[in-house]
DNA sequence: GAATTGACAGACTAGTTGGTCTGTAGTTAA
DNA sequence: TTAACTACAGACCAACTAGTCTGTCAATTC
Protein backbone atom coordinates (compact mmCIF):
# COMPACT_ATOMS: atom_id res chain seq x y z
CA UNK A 1 0.00 0.00 0.00
CA UNK A 2 2.72 2.32 -0.69
CA UNK A 3 1.48 3.23 -3.88
CA UNK A 4 -2.06 3.96 -5.80
CA UNK A 5 -3.69 5.58 -3.28
CA UNK A 6 -5.82 6.45 -5.96
CA UNK A 7 -5.82 3.90 -8.54
CA UNK A 8 -5.15 4.41 -12.59
CA UNK A 9 -4.54 1.33 -14.59
CA UNK A 10 -4.16 2.48 -17.73
CA UNK A 11 -1.64 4.98 -16.24
CA UNK A 12 0.13 1.90 -15.07
CA UNK A 13 0.26 0.28 -17.57
CA UNK A 14 1.55 2.98 -19.97
CA UNK A 15 4.27 4.01 -17.37
CA UNK A 16 5.45 0.68 -17.46
CA UNK A 17 5.75 0.37 -20.90
CA UNK A 18 7.69 3.69 -21.47
CA UNK A 19 9.88 2.53 -18.80
CA UNK A 20 10.31 -0.91 -20.44
CA UNK A 21 10.96 0.92 -24.13
CA UNK A 22 13.89 2.92 -23.07
CA UNK A 23 15.53 0.36 -20.75
CA UNK A 24 15.22 -1.95 -23.82
CA UNK A 25 16.94 0.86 -25.88
CA UNK A 26 20.25 0.77 -23.08
CA UNK A 27 19.95 -2.61 -22.70
CA UNK A 28 18.10 -4.72 -25.38
CA UNK A 29 15.45 -6.63 -24.41
CA UNK A 30 17.56 -9.87 -23.15
CA UNK A 31 18.83 -7.20 -20.60
CA UNK A 32 15.90 -5.91 -19.43
CA UNK A 33 14.79 -6.58 -16.01
CA UNK A 34 11.67 -7.33 -14.70
CA UNK A 35 12.90 -5.82 -11.31
CA UNK A 36 14.71 -2.79 -12.66
CA UNK A 37 10.99 -1.73 -14.84
CA UNK A 38 9.16 -2.15 -11.33
CA UNK A 39 12.40 -0.41 -9.51
CA UNK A 40 11.95 2.68 -11.94
CA UNK A 41 7.92 3.27 -11.60
CA UNK A 42 7.49 2.12 -7.70
CA UNK A 43 5.18 -1.11 -8.82
CA UNK A 44 5.54 -4.42 -7.96
CA UNK A 45 5.24 -8.01 -9.40
CA UNK A 46 1.69 -7.95 -8.49
CA UNK A 47 1.36 -4.92 -10.72
CA UNK A 48 3.15 -6.49 -13.36
CA UNK A 49 2.00 -9.92 -13.93
CA UNK A 50 -1.68 -8.11 -13.95
CA UNK A 51 -1.21 -6.46 -16.52
CA UNK A 52 1.20 -8.47 -18.51
CA UNK A 53 1.02 -12.17 -18.78
CA UNK A 54 4.79 -12.64 -19.14
CA UNK A 55 8.25 -10.87 -20.22
CA UNK A 56 7.80 -12.13 -23.51
CA UNK A 57 4.20 -10.16 -23.65
CA UNK A 58 5.81 -7.00 -22.36
CA UNK A 59 7.90 -7.12 -25.56
CA UNK A 60 5.01 -7.44 -27.77
CA UNK A 61 3.24 -4.88 -25.66
CA UNK A 62 5.98 -2.16 -25.86
CA UNK A 63 6.43 -2.79 -30.15
CA UNK A 64 2.99 -2.38 -31.02
CA UNK A 65 2.33 0.15 -28.33
CA UNK A 66 4.85 2.26 -28.10
CA UNK A 67 7.25 1.82 -31.20
CA UNK A 68 4.70 1.40 -33.31
CA UNK A 69 3.30 4.82 -32.33
CA UNK A 70 6.32 6.25 -32.52
CA UNK A 71 7.10 5.72 -35.85
CA UNK A 72 3.62 7.04 -36.93
CA UNK A 73 4.14 10.19 -35.18
CA UNK A 74 7.61 10.72 -36.17
CA UNK A 75 7.73 9.32 -39.92
CA UNK A 76 3.92 8.32 -41.28
CA UNK A 77 1.88 11.44 -40.86
CA UNK A 78 4.45 13.80 -41.63
CA UNK A 79 5.26 12.04 -44.70
CA UNK A 80 1.50 12.71 -45.75
CA UNK A 81 1.93 16.09 -45.29
CA UNK A 82 4.55 16.44 -47.78
CA UNK A 83 3.97 18.75 -50.69
CA UNK A 84 7.53 18.73 -52.05
CA UNK A 85 9.33 15.33 -51.63
CA UNK A 86 12.73 16.33 -52.33
CA UNK A 87 13.27 19.29 -49.90
CA UNK A 88 10.88 18.26 -47.47
CA UNK A 89 12.17 14.68 -46.97
CA UNK A 90 15.99 16.07 -46.96
CA UNK A 91 14.27 18.70 -44.14
CA UNK A 92 13.11 15.40 -42.32
CA UNK A 93 16.45 13.70 -42.95
CA UNK A 94 18.45 16.95 -41.05
CA UNK A 95 15.59 16.87 -38.58
CA UNK A 96 16.25 13.07 -37.43
CA UNK A 97 19.71 13.99 -37.12
CA UNK A 98 18.48 16.54 -34.57
CA UNK A 99 16.64 14.03 -32.72
CA UNK A 100 19.89 11.87 -32.04
CA UNK A 101 22.16 14.33 -31.64
CA UNK A 102 19.31 15.50 -28.42
CA UNK A 103 18.65 12.13 -27.04
CA UNK A 104 22.46 11.24 -26.94
CA UNK A 105 24.20 9.89 -29.74
CA UNK A 106 24.41 5.85 -28.34
CA UNK A 107 20.78 5.08 -28.44
CA UNK A 108 20.49 5.27 -32.66
CA UNK A 109 17.29 4.68 -34.26
CA UNK A 110 14.85 2.50 -31.50
CA UNK A 111 12.64 0.90 -34.85
CA UNK A 112 16.54 -0.46 -36.39
CA UNK A 113 17.54 -1.53 -32.62
CA UNK A 114 14.65 -3.78 -31.75
CA UNK A 115 15.21 -5.01 -35.62
CA UNK A 116 18.62 -6.25 -34.37
CA UNK A 117 18.40 -7.64 -31.17
CA UNK A 118 14.75 -8.69 -30.43
CA UNK A 119 13.84 -9.66 -33.89
CA UNK A 120 16.20 -12.94 -34.22
CA UNK A 121 15.00 -14.11 -31.05
CA UNK A 122 11.51 -14.82 -31.51
CA UNK A 123 9.24 -15.10 -34.76
CA UNK A 124 6.88 -12.96 -32.58
CA UNK A 125 8.63 -10.00 -32.13
CA UNK A 126 9.77 -10.35 -36.62
CA UNK A 127 6.70 -10.36 -37.70
CA UNK A 128 5.61 -7.72 -35.34
CA UNK A 129 8.95 -4.92 -36.45
CA UNK A 130 8.56 -6.43 -40.07
CA UNK A 131 5.14 -4.94 -39.74
CA UNK A 132 6.11 -1.34 -38.46
CA UNK A 133 8.79 -1.33 -41.89
CA UNK A 134 6.52 -2.01 -44.05
CA UNK A 135 4.54 1.02 -42.85
CA UNK A 136 7.15 3.28 -43.27
CA UNK A 137 7.97 1.89 -46.64
CA UNK A 138 4.79 1.99 -47.76
CA UNK A 139 4.52 5.45 -46.60
CA UNK A 140 7.35 6.60 -48.46
CA UNK A 141 7.33 4.65 -51.69
CA UNK A 142 3.96 6.49 -52.31
CA UNK A 143 5.15 10.14 -51.18
CA UNK A 144 6.91 9.58 -54.39
CA UNK A 145 4.37 7.90 -56.32
CA UNK A 146 2.31 11.44 -55.38
CA UNK A 147 5.84 13.31 -56.38
CA UNK A 148 5.29 11.49 -59.86
CA UNK A 149 1.80 12.24 -60.58
CA UNK A 150 2.43 15.55 -59.67
CA UNK A 151 5.52 16.09 -61.56
CA UNK A 152 7.88 17.01 -59.10
CA UNK A 153 9.98 13.26 -59.07
CA UNK A 154 11.37 11.77 -62.18
CA UNK A 155 9.04 9.19 -63.94
CA UNK A 156 11.97 6.65 -64.83
CA UNK A 157 12.67 5.58 -61.18
CA UNK A 158 10.66 2.75 -59.20
CA UNK A 159 9.59 4.42 -55.86
CA UNK A 160 9.27 1.59 -53.99
CA UNK A 161 12.61 0.72 -55.01
CA UNK A 162 14.01 4.06 -54.13
CA UNK A 163 11.92 4.04 -50.76
CA UNK A 164 13.84 0.84 -49.60
CA UNK A 165 17.23 2.52 -50.53
CA UNK A 166 16.68 5.55 -48.39
CA UNK A 167 15.11 3.37 -45.56
CA UNK A 168 18.65 1.11 -45.51
CA UNK A 169 20.98 4.07 -45.96
CA UNK A 170 19.21 6.11 -42.77
CA UNK A 171 19.56 3.65 -40.67
CA UNK A 172 22.76 2.43 -41.22
CA UNK A 173 23.99 5.98 -40.99
CA UNK A 174 22.59 6.44 -37.73
CA UNK A 175 23.88 3.09 -37.17
CA UNK A 176 27.43 4.32 -37.50
CA UNK A 177 26.68 7.33 -35.87
CA UNK A 178 25.81 5.70 -32.29
CA UNK A 179 28.85 2.95 -32.54
CA UNK A 180 30.81 6.01 -33.32
CA UNK A 181 29.02 7.98 -30.55
CA UNK A 182 29.83 10.60 -33.03
CA UNK A 183 27.63 12.47 -35.58
CA UNK A 184 30.45 12.49 -38.04
CA UNK A 185 29.39 9.87 -39.69
CA UNK A 186 26.36 12.40 -40.40
CA UNK A 187 28.26 14.89 -42.24
CA UNK A 188 29.80 12.23 -44.30
CA UNK A 189 27.58 10.18 -45.92
CA UNK A 190 24.43 13.09 -45.47
CA UNK A 191 26.42 14.89 -48.53
CA UNK A 192 26.17 11.77 -50.54
CA UNK A 193 22.58 11.10 -49.75
CA UNK A 194 21.40 14.45 -50.40
CA UNK A 195 22.91 14.58 -53.76
CA UNK A 196 21.16 11.13 -54.51
CA UNK A 197 17.85 12.34 -53.52
CA UNK A 198 18.47 15.51 -55.38
CA UNK A 199 18.95 13.08 -58.57
CA UNK A 200 15.15 12.20 -58.23
CA UNK A 201 13.91 15.30 -59.48
CA UNK A 202 12.28 15.72 -62.73
CA UNK B 1 39.90 -36.84 -18.43
CA UNK B 2 37.09 -37.66 -21.43
CA UNK B 3 38.34 -35.62 -23.50
CA UNK B 4 42.07 -34.19 -25.08
CA UNK B 5 44.16 -37.71 -24.22
CA UNK B 6 46.69 -35.38 -26.19
CA UNK B 7 46.66 -31.90 -25.61
CA UNK B 8 46.15 -28.69 -27.98
CA UNK B 9 45.89 -25.74 -26.07
CA UNK B 10 46.16 -23.36 -29.03
CA UNK B 11 43.17 -25.47 -31.07
CA UNK B 12 41.12 -25.72 -27.77
CA UNK B 13 41.09 -21.84 -27.56
CA UNK B 14 39.98 -21.68 -31.50
CA UNK B 15 37.47 -24.03 -31.02
CA UNK B 16 35.98 -22.22 -27.98
CA UNK B 17 36.13 -18.96 -29.75
CA UNK B 18 34.57 -19.77 -33.31
CA UNK B 19 31.84 -21.45 -31.48
CA UNK B 20 30.97 -18.32 -28.74
CA UNK B 21 31.07 -16.61 -32.10
CA UNK B 22 28.33 -18.32 -33.98
CA UNK B 23 26.54 -18.18 -30.43
CA UNK B 24 26.82 -14.48 -30.48
CA UNK B 25 25.31 -14.16 -33.96
CA UNK B 26 22.74 -16.57 -33.14
CA UNK B 27 21.51 -15.31 -29.57
CA UNK B 28 23.33 -12.29 -29.21
CA UNK B 29 26.11 -11.64 -26.41
CA UNK B 30 23.82 -11.50 -23.36
CA UNK B 31 22.10 -14.06 -25.32
CA UNK B 32 25.08 -16.11 -24.82
CA UNK B 33 25.58 -18.94 -22.34
CA UNK B 34 29.19 -20.21 -21.05
CA UNK B 35 27.57 -23.63 -20.24
CA UNK B 36 26.31 -23.78 -23.84
CA UNK B 37 29.73 -23.02 -25.48
CA UNK B 38 30.91 -25.94 -23.30
CA UNK B 39 28.66 -28.66 -24.55
CA UNK B 40 29.17 -27.54 -27.98
CA UNK B 41 32.63 -27.80 -27.66
CA UNK B 42 32.73 -31.11 -25.49
CA UNK B 43 35.31 -28.82 -22.78
CA UNK B 44 34.54 -27.78 -19.63
CA UNK B 45 34.45 -24.68 -16.92
CA UNK B 46 38.12 -25.81 -15.94
CA UNK B 47 39.01 -25.54 -20.00
CA UNK B 48 37.24 -22.32 -20.31
CA UNK B 49 38.54 -20.09 -17.43
CA UNK B 50 41.78 -21.34 -17.94
CA UNK B 51 41.94 -19.63 -21.38
CA UNK B 52 39.72 -16.78 -20.54
CA UNK B 53 39.15 -14.79 -17.27
CA UNK B 54 35.38 -14.15 -17.73
CA UNK B 55 33.13 -13.84 -19.97
CA UNK B 56 33.63 -10.43 -20.83
CA UNK B 57 37.10 -11.32 -21.90
CA UNK B 58 35.83 -13.83 -24.28
CA UNK B 59 33.89 -11.01 -25.81
CA UNK B 60 36.87 -9.13 -26.50
CA UNK B 61 38.99 -11.71 -27.72
CA UNK B 62 35.74 -12.71 -30.41
CA UNK B 63 35.99 -8.96 -31.35
CA UNK B 64 39.46 -9.52 -31.90
CA UNK B 65 40.63 -12.75 -32.89
CA UNK B 66 37.74 -13.91 -34.80
CA UNK B 67 35.51 -10.80 -36.38
CA UNK B 68 38.56 -8.48 -37.13
CA UNK B 69 40.26 -11.05 -39.40
CA UNK B 70 37.08 -11.87 -40.85
CA UNK B 71 36.46 -8.61 -41.89
CA UNK B 72 40.13 -8.52 -43.44
CA UNK B 73 39.68 -11.67 -45.76
CA UNK B 74 36.49 -10.84 -46.67
CA UNK B 75 37.05 -7.04 -47.41
CA UNK B 76 40.20 -5.26 -46.78
CA UNK B 77 41.97 -7.73 -48.49
CA UNK B 78 40.08 -8.03 -51.56
CA UNK B 79 39.87 -3.66 -51.67
CA UNK B 80 43.69 -4.22 -52.03
CA UNK B 81 43.14 -5.91 -55.06
CA UNK B 82 40.55 -3.85 -57.10
CA UNK B 83 41.77 -2.35 -60.51
CA UNK B 84 38.70 -0.77 -61.29
CA UNK B 85 36.62 0.47 -58.59
CA UNK B 86 33.15 0.66 -59.89
CA UNK B 87 33.05 -2.57 -61.56
CA UNK B 88 35.02 -4.55 -59.01
CA UNK B 89 33.13 -3.19 -56.17
CA UNK B 90 29.45 -4.11 -57.63
CA UNK B 91 30.84 -7.49 -57.82
CA UNK B 92 31.82 -7.26 -54.44
CA UNK B 93 28.79 -6.33 -53.10
CA UNK B 94 26.66 -8.84 -55.35
CA UNK B 95 29.33 -11.22 -53.65
CA UNK B 96 28.13 -10.23 -50.39
CA UNK B 97 24.21 -10.94 -51.35
CA UNK B 98 25.69 -14.54 -52.20
CA UNK B 99 27.24 -15.34 -48.96
CA UNK B 100 23.89 -13.34 -47.23
CA UNK B 101 21.77 -15.98 -48.94
CA UNK B 102 23.87 -18.86 -47.98
CA UNK B 103 24.41 -19.05 -44.59
CA UNK B 104 20.66 -18.19 -43.60
CA UNK B 105 19.29 -14.79 -44.23
CA UNK B 106 18.26 -13.96 -40.19
CA UNK B 107 22.26 -13.70 -39.77
CA UNK B 108 22.71 -10.62 -40.98
CA UNK B 109 26.04 -8.98 -40.89
CA UNK B 110 28.61 -10.08 -38.26
CA UNK B 111 30.19 -6.89 -38.24
CA UNK B 112 26.72 -4.86 -37.74
CA UNK B 113 25.39 -7.54 -35.35
CA UNK B 114 27.78 -6.85 -33.04
CA UNK B 115 27.80 -3.32 -33.40
CA UNK B 116 24.24 -3.31 -32.39
CA UNK B 117 24.10 -4.73 -29.37
CA UNK B 118 27.62 -5.16 -28.08
CA UNK B 119 28.57 -1.70 -28.72
CA UNK B 120 26.69 -0.14 -25.97
CA UNK B 121 26.87 -2.56 -23.53
CA UNK B 122 30.25 -2.16 -22.69
CA UNK B 123 32.89 0.96 -23.43
CA UNK B 124 35.38 -1.63 -24.24
CA UNK B 125 33.43 -3.65 -26.70
CA UNK B 126 32.56 -0.53 -28.63
CA UNK B 127 36.13 1.04 -28.89
CA UNK B 128 37.25 -2.70 -30.23
CA UNK B 129 34.42 -2.86 -32.62
CA UNK B 130 35.10 1.19 -33.94
CA UNK B 131 38.01 -0.09 -34.67
CA UNK B 132 37.13 -2.57 -37.33
CA UNK B 133 34.74 -0.28 -39.13
CA UNK B 134 37.73 2.05 -39.41
CA UNK B 135 39.88 -0.50 -40.85
CA UNK B 136 37.19 -0.92 -43.36
CA UNK B 137 36.26 2.63 -44.04
CA UNK B 138 39.54 3.60 -44.63
CA UNK B 139 40.08 0.67 -46.90
CA UNK B 140 37.57 1.81 -48.80
CA UNK B 141 38.44 5.53 -49.21
CA UNK B 142 41.95 4.47 -50.04
CA UNK B 143 40.52 2.63 -52.89
CA UNK B 144 38.20 5.88 -54.23
CA UNK B 145 41.66 7.24 -54.02
CA UNK B 146 43.39 5.26 -55.73
CA UNK B 147 40.71 5.12 -58.48
CA UNK B 148 40.89 9.22 -58.76
CA UNK B 149 44.67 9.10 -59.29
CA UNK B 150 44.05 6.53 -62.11
CA UNK B 151 41.42 8.69 -63.79
CA UNK B 152 38.66 5.91 -62.85
CA UNK B 153 36.58 7.76 -60.07
CA UNK B 154 35.56 11.76 -60.67
CA UNK B 155 37.92 13.92 -58.56
CA UNK B 156 35.24 16.58 -57.41
CA UNK B 157 33.74 13.55 -55.03
CA UNK B 158 35.18 13.03 -51.54
CA UNK B 159 36.20 9.35 -50.92
CA UNK B 160 35.84 9.60 -47.64
CA UNK B 161 32.62 10.77 -47.71
CA UNK B 162 31.80 7.99 -50.19
CA UNK B 163 33.17 5.69 -48.30
CA UNK B 164 31.18 6.09 -45.41
CA UNK B 165 27.90 6.31 -47.68
CA UNK B 166 28.33 2.64 -49.62
CA UNK B 167 29.06 1.02 -45.97
CA UNK B 168 26.15 2.88 -43.99
CA UNK B 169 23.80 1.45 -47.38
CA UNK B 170 25.60 -1.62 -47.14
CA UNK B 171 24.84 -2.50 -43.75
CA UNK B 172 21.33 -0.99 -43.93
CA UNK B 173 19.74 -3.10 -46.75
CA UNK B 174 21.68 -6.49 -44.96
CA UNK B 175 19.96 -5.59 -41.48
CA UNK B 176 16.82 -5.24 -43.88
CA UNK B 177 17.18 -8.38 -45.32
CA UNK B 178 17.65 -10.03 -42.12
CA UNK B 179 14.54 -8.69 -40.44
CA UNK B 180 12.68 -9.54 -43.47
CA UNK B 181 14.26 -12.84 -43.52
CA UNK B 182 13.95 -12.21 -47.79
CA UNK B 183 16.73 -10.67 -49.85
CA UNK B 184 13.67 -8.36 -51.75
CA UNK B 185 15.61 -5.73 -50.27
CA UNK B 186 18.55 -6.38 -52.15
CA UNK B 187 16.70 -6.37 -55.08
CA UNK B 188 15.11 -3.25 -54.44
CA UNK B 189 17.80 -1.54 -52.91
CA UNK B 190 20.41 -2.88 -54.86
CA UNK B 191 19.30 -1.38 -58.01
CA UNK B 192 19.56 1.92 -56.65
CA UNK B 193 23.05 1.57 -55.19
CA UNK B 194 24.35 0.29 -58.24
CA UNK B 195 23.03 3.21 -59.65
CA UNK B 196 24.83 5.65 -57.70
CA UNK B 197 27.71 3.90 -57.38
CA UNK B 198 28.04 4.01 -61.53
CA UNK B 199 27.30 7.83 -61.37
CA UNK B 200 31.14 8.21 -59.52
CA UNK B 201 32.57 7.17 -62.47
CA UNK B 202 34.94 9.57 -64.38
C1' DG C 1 -24.54 -1.32 1.67
C1' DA C 2 -23.21 -5.88 0.73
C1' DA C 3 -21.02 -8.64 -2.59
C1' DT C 4 -18.24 -9.27 -6.47
C1' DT C 5 -14.51 -7.93 -9.22
C1' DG C 6 -10.32 -5.28 -10.42
C1' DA C 7 -5.81 -3.48 -9.20
C1' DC C 8 -2.41 -3.92 -6.94
C1' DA C 9 1.40 -5.31 -2.60
C1' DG C 10 5.02 -8.24 -1.42
C1' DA C 11 6.96 -12.57 0.23
C1' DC C 12 8.50 -16.66 -1.84
C1' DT C 13 10.38 -20.18 -5.22
C1' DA C 14 12.56 -22.87 -8.73
C1' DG C 15 15.61 -22.70 -12.28
C1' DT C 16 19.46 -20.57 -14.34
C1' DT C 17 24.22 -18.66 -14.84
C1' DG C 18 28.84 -16.79 -14.33
C1' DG C 19 32.41 -17.97 -11.72
C1' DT C 20 35.41 -20.74 -8.04
C1' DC C 21 38.07 -24.43 -6.31
C1' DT C 22 40.28 -28.69 -5.82
C1' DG C 23 42.13 -32.46 -8.19
C1' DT C 24 44.68 -34.77 -11.92
C1' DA C 25 46.95 -36.09 -16.05
C1' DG C 26 49.92 -34.53 -19.79
C1' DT C 27 54.22 -31.65 -20.87
C1' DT C 28 58.53 -29.67 -20.32
C1' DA C 29 62.99 -28.54 -18.26
C1' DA C 30 66.88 -29.86 -15.37
C1' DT D 1 63.80 -39.46 -13.12
C1' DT D 2 61.61 -35.95 -11.13
C1' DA D 3 60.04 -31.58 -10.02
C1' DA D 4 57.47 -27.80 -11.77
C1' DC D 5 54.15 -26.15 -14.64
C1' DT D 6 50.36 -26.29 -18.03
C1' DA D 7 45.87 -27.72 -19.49
C1' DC D 8 42.30 -29.29 -18.44
C1' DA D 9 37.93 -32.16 -15.52
C1' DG D 10 34.04 -31.55 -12.85
C1' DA D 11 31.71 -30.71 -8.43
C1' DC D 12 30.10 -26.79 -6.16
C1' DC D 13 28.34 -22.05 -4.99
C1' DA D 14 26.28 -17.49 -4.64
C1' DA D 15 23.71 -14.30 -7.06
C1' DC D 16 20.25 -13.37 -9.98
C1' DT D 17 15.59 -13.59 -12.32
C1' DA D 18 11.10 -14.68 -14.30
C1' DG D 19 7.20 -16.08 -12.49
C1' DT D 20 3.71 -17.63 -8.49
C1' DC D 21 0.64 -17.12 -4.76
C1' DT D 22 -1.85 -15.28 -1.09
C1' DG D 23 -3.65 -11.26 0.84
C1' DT D 24 -5.74 -6.57 0.79
C1' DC D 25 -7.92 -2.46 -0.39
C1' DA D 26 -10.43 0.22 -3.86
C1' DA D 27 -14.04 0.37 -7.38
C1' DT D 28 -18.13 -1.23 -9.36
C1' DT D 29 -22.50 -3.63 -9.39
C1' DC D 30 -26.87 -4.85 -7.77
Redesign the interface.
Same mark, same amino acid.
Given at each position: MSKAAVRNPDATRQNILQVAFEEIL???Y??LRVDEVLNKTGFTKGAFYHHFKSKKELGHAVIDEVLKPWIHERWIEPLKQVKDPINDLIKMMNDSRAEINIKEL?T?CPL??L???M???DESF?VR??AI?EIWYEALAETFERGQQTGQIRKDV?P??????L???????I??C /????SDQ?FD??G /???QE?VK?LRA
Open positions: LKGQGHGNNTHESPLRIVWNHNIARFIATIEGIGQ /KCYMAEA /KCLYT
